[in-house]
């Protein structure tokens, strides 16, 4: 059996190296089956796996390497042949990690309170998804998207007031910028004193961690315009309402945008350390992990942490999105194809 | 002077954000401080008890004096009101006919002395004496009263302190039931006073001084604060006159709605014993037969009279239930799991304002000789004093946590390993450590990245996705394995090293990938046409041009590797670094001691930032110019 897999990819990873750079659609063909040939492997495997197992889990491992590199080396012609080689590489990286985990967690036998295989948390997530959804609405509902509702606004509004008054600027910002290296996760037992322990707290977070990027990235866009547009406006004889909504604010949006990259990844990380640091009712995917790292159940651990990080990307995507429809017009943006 | 100008906004920043503690300090605390306040189990408990006259005479009287008179008194002899008409005037009671001293006293026991201020209820007395009587020294009334030690006695222990009110001191010390004399009082303060025994009291025995006049040692012996002359003679009486209260409500054989004197009242029946006439009323309620399971509506009781409570709220007959004998039918049927209770005699209906509803309308006055009440918060009648008096502030005033530096320094010697400064050097020395670890990851990952694009392509976009995965979740796992494979997570800097590594490694990356490529194509050309080899190319164009970008990088990733630093310190039981100490003075409750600690880590970030600024001041001093 093992030894069938062996040659199958044996042979394609050899025409591969011999017809792959004209043949794209062979060497796409390769990923599927590979990932395919790795799964039958795992799935077949025997109680105690042998030299088989291991040779024919690197070999299809090998294989998906040999592809990725031929992929990134081969000149698409067609929209289809492009759209394959930007897809189908990133897409194999998560699957070639996988099949690593998995067989290595199987092949060694770990059990799984020690460190789970990819099925595991599989299991535990299709088995568990009410609670999962009940934990990311609390977590990415009540708590992030509350805080960064809150801590934006006042962010860009108090960016704005800093960017206009020299008094602020010389005062606050250098404390501002101090506090970008102050732990405040530390913060978070602090304000569960004050907030309580529930969803309050954390969201309560949230507002700070992401109140200071946003601040420090509006005062810098209003400040650095170029010299030579606000020469031109003042030219004009604009007032300074003109100058802020046609020169400054424009100015500032990449920055915003870039604030609010950095603050979405911030605040979904804070956001659980939050829920480590202050244990309140036993809800939120941060409280989730911890509860479950304790018992040991670390399937549901993974699992938690693989539904934080799709929501967390999809914010992340959306943000992008929204940068790219705002602020299409800049350089940064317009020199990606 | 120049410069002291240019800084004094900053000072004046500083200056008003001190000064915004305080407001914040109250927004945050005062809630807290109102909600204890509301509580009523942090509230001071007092009971009312009915007063005997203060003396007693030998012949018939027509006033009695009592120590103190509730609102609406009520003179009860032998468990019932007495039958003569009498006023009463402050703390007198006038009577309208005089009384003879037995219809004010019966039964009174002559107390046999003991010495040293003991004294004993006859041994061959065959009267129950299970309730505690009142005590007449010559036909004077005294007061029983008592304190136990706030600390535990331990078998070592000798000095202990004992709380009383600022009006009074304590009296003469018992263990267990044994009068001490051989001590010596260290400190009297205005509600506390300190003892030191000479002996230390047993393990588990209980230390008393009396408060008042005497207390009792045990069932039938007490001891005097101050020993009585020996000729006074010293009775116990079992059955005395007493000054009860009168509840308030018309008697009028239809009012079955009464009112205590005093709201707040505790709501278990023990705390309190309600008369009508000379009948105790019983206070305990029947369960039904039946469960409630949500879908029974007939329900049986023990007896067939009394009112009928559901989770607390009285019902009334016909609109809520119906009743047959000793069966209820409730109309609608209770919810699985309700409190359903049958109270013969009375329901406490509102505890907050006193107001009892007896299950008969009464034909005779209802007294109480004995209830329990909170009388007051014990933090104080203000939300202010209620927030001086918080245990914890959320938010100390600023000027708290500036008193409490030099006591958080020197709280553990340099030698503890809990010292503030090695709890500072420990955490920074693993946060340079990732530091280190996390550039160099880094730095190979980008020259991968440069040299081989199609990783690049099939790499960075997951580099970026494993950003957003939290992954401090996983150190609760990370620590898991690593204690598996045999590295003792308690001492070892590797945890800590492993997630500031991650945290580290990204920004670096992608920042140096940048500076990788930001090299002038004309020089590229140049140093193509002079056939240069990729080592050199890499190592005479590429990596001085990556080196600002390498550095801004690592700059930002020393303030988060920091982060991830402390919170693998708290999840790791780590007892040497500053995040560990964060939460255990979380969970001790030392606010402004978490406030120092942070703003020790605040600072301690700073100093990580200008440190990676001074090494690239070091390591490329060409850039010297640009900042």
């Keep these: 059996m093992s030894l069938t897999i062996i040659l199958i990819v044996l042979i394609a990873i050899i025409s591969l190296l011999i017809f792959g750079r004209r043949r794209l659609l062979l060497t796409s063909l390769l990923v599927p089956v590979c990932v395919l040939l790795g799964m039958f492997t795992i799935a077949q495997h025997e109680a105690i796996p042998n030299f088989w197992y291991w040779l024919s889990l690197w070999t299809v491992l090998g294989g998906l390497v040999v592809s990725v590199t031929q992929l990134g080396l081969a000149q698409p012609d067609t929209r289809v042949q492009l759209f394959l080689t930007r897809i189908l590489p990133s897409a194999t990286v998560p699957c070639f990690l996988l099949l690593l985990w998995q067989g290595l967690v199987i092949g060694f036998g770990v059990p799984k309170g020690i460190f789970p295989s990819v099925g595991d948390v599989v299991t535990a997530l299709r088995s568990s998804l009410p609670v999962f959804l009940n934990d990311s609405y609390v977590t990415f509902v009540q708590e992030v998207a509350l805080g960064i509702a809150i801590g934006v606004p006042t962010g860009i509004l108090s960016g704005i007031a800093i960017a206009y008054s020299r008094f602020l600027q010389r005062g606050f910002l250098p404390l501002a910028a101090a506090f970008g290296a102050v732990p405040i996760v530390g913060l978070a037992p602090v304000l569960g004193r004050a907030f309580g322990v529930d969803w309050q707290s954390k969201a309560a977070v949230v507002v700070i961690v992401t109140f200071f990027p946003v601040l420090l990235n509006t005062v810098q866009g209003l400040i650095l315009v170029d010299a030579l547009k606000l020469e031109l406006l003042h030219a004009y004889a604009s007032s300074p309402l003109t100058i802020f909504r046609k020169l400054r604010f424009p100015n500032a949006l990449p920055y915003i945008f870039n604030a609010l990259k950095i603050a979405s990844v911030v605040s979904v990380i804070s956001v659980i350390v939050a829920e480590f640091l202050i244990p309140g009712p036993p809800r939120g995917l941060g409280q989730r992990i911890s509860l479950s790292a304790r018992q040991g159940a670390y399937d549901v651990v993974f699992a938690a942490i693989f539904v934080s990080s799709l929501i967390s990307i999809t914010i992340y995507g959306v943000i992008v999105v929204l940068e790219r429809t705002f602020t299409g017009w800049h350089p940064s943006l317009r020199n990606e194809s | ?627």
């Design chain 2, 1 to 627: 002077m120049q410069k002291v100008r240019a800084q004094w906004p900053l000072l004046a920043t500083l200056m008003i954000l001190f000064g915004l503690g305080y407001p914040l300090a109250l927004l945050f605390g005062l809630p807290l401080a109102r909600r204890d306040m509301q509580d009523l189990r942090k509230w001071t408990r007092a009971s009312f008890s009915a007063a005997s006259p203060d003396t007693l005479a030998d012949e018939p009287v027509q006033g009695l004096s009592f120590g103190a008179t509730p609102e609406r008194g009520i003179l009860i002899f032998d468990g019932a009101p007495v039958e003569v008409d009498y006023n009463i005037e402050g703390n007198e009671v006038r009577l309208e006919q005089p009384l003879s001293p037995s219809d004010i006293a019966r039964d009174t026991i002559n107390l046999i002395a003991l010495g040293d201020g003991i004294y004993s209820i006859p041994d061959n007395l065959n009267q129950d004496i299970s309730l505690q009587p009142t005590i007449y020294i010559d036909g004077s009334l005294v007061h029983p009263g008592s304190v136990e030690t706030n600390e535990v006695p331990d078998g070592q222990r000798t000095t202990f302190t004992f709380d009383h009110p600022d009006t009074s001191t304590i009296g003469r010390l018992v263990v267990d039931d044994q009068v001490v004399d051989d001590y010596d009082i260290i400190t009297v303060s205005e509600a506390q006073t300190e003892v030191m025994l000479a002996e230390p009291p047993a393990f588990g025995s209980s230390l008393q001084a009396i408060q008042d006049d005497y207390m009792w040692l045990n069932e039938t012996q007490l001891v005097f604060n101050t020993s009585p002359a020996e000729t006074a003679s010293v009775q116990a009486i079992p059955s005395v006159m007493r000054l009860a209260e009168q509840l308030q409500g018309e008697v009028d054989g239809s009012n079955q709605v009464f009112n205590l004197a005093r709201g707040n009242v505790l709501e278990q029946a023990s705390t309190r014993r309600l008369f009508v006439g000379s009948r105790q009323l019983d206070g305990d309620d029947e369960r039904p037969d039946e469960r409630v399971d949500g879908e029974t509506s007939a329900f049986t009781f023990a007896s067939d009279t009394g009112l009928i409570s559901l989770d607390g709220v009285l019902l009334t007959a016909l609109t809520d239930f119906t009743r047959d004998g000793n069966v209820i039918t409730l109309l609608t049927t209770p919810a699985r799991n309700a409190r359903l209770r049958q109270h013969p005699d009375y329901l406490l209906t509102n505890p907050s304002t006193g107001q009892i509803t007896l299950a008969q309308p009464p034909t005779e006055p209802v007294w109480t000789n004995e209830y329990s009440y909170y009388a007051e918060p014990s933090c104080g009648n203000t939300v202010l004093t209620c927030f001086f008096a918080l245990p914890q502030h959320p938010v100390p005033f600023p000027h708290w946590i500036i008193r409490r530096a030099p006591g958080f320094v020197q709280k553990f010697p340099v030698s503890d390993e809990r010292n503030v400064l090695r709890a500072v050097l420990y955490t920074s020395t693993g946060t340079l450590v990732s530091l280190a670890l996390g550039g160099l990851l880094g730095t190979l990952l980008a020259v991968v990245f440069v040299l081989v694009r199609p990783l690049e392509q099939a790499v960075l976009p997951w580099v970026i996705a494993s950003q957003t995965v939290p992954i401090i979740a996983l150190v609760p796992v990370l620590l898991l394995v690593l204690g598996n494979l045999g590295i003792t997570i308690q001492t070892s800097l590797l945890p800590t090293a492993l997630i500031g590594a991650y945290i580290t490694f990204f920004p670096v990356t992608v920042g140096t990938v940048k500076g990788l490529r930001s090299v002038d194509p004309l020089a590229l050309d140049l140093m193509t046409s002079y056939a240069a080899s990729p080592v050199d190319v890499f190592l005479k164009l590429r990596f001085p041009a990556a080196v600002p970008f390498f550095f801004t990088s690592l700059k930002l990733g020393a303030a988060a590797a920091l982060v991830g630093a402390l919170v693998a310190e708290t999840e790791s039981n780590n007892a040497r670094g500053l995040g560990f100490q964060i939460l255990g003075q979380v969970q001790s409750g030392n606010v402004a001691d978490v406030w120092l600690l942070l703003l020790t880590s605040g600072l301690l970030g700073i100093i990580l930032v200008n440190l990676v600024g001074l090494i690239e001041r070091l390591v490329a001093p060409w850039l010297g110019a640009r900042s």
